[in-house]
């Protein structure tokens, strides 16, 4: 699986994966609970999460944990959660770049 965000759209992340044979679909529950599936086309997924998502299939051996997506915003709410003096002083830098 592969993902990626931008600043352009920092809440939206592309991803894109394989699956094996037989798997017709990937599940996503996006942070709000949010549930969707994703439909597989020749083993190959894409679609557009939103926040923080994780993704998993049925497999023969029972359901195949993906792994979590984290876009650029998700990653850096939680970053800021965990530092957030830094945060307040990167934002005020970006408020001088500006004016």
Not at 16 to 21: E, N, T
Request: some cysteine.
């Amino acid at each position: 699986m592969a993902y990626d965000s931008s600043k352009q759209r920092p809440n939206t992340a592309f991803v894109a994966g394989v699956v094996p044979d037989g798997v017709h679909a990937v599940s996503v529950v996006e942070g709000g609970g949010n549930a969707r599936a994703i439909q597989v086309h020749e083993n190959v997924y894409t679609a557009l999460v939103h926040g923080t998502a994780r993704l998993s299939f049925a497999g023969s051996d029972g359901d195949v944990n993906l792994g979590v997506i984290e876009t650029l915003w998700s990653h850096n709410r939680h970053r800021c959660a965990e530092h957030p003096t830094r945060c307040q002083l990167g934002a005020q830098q970006r408020a001088t770049r500006i004016r």
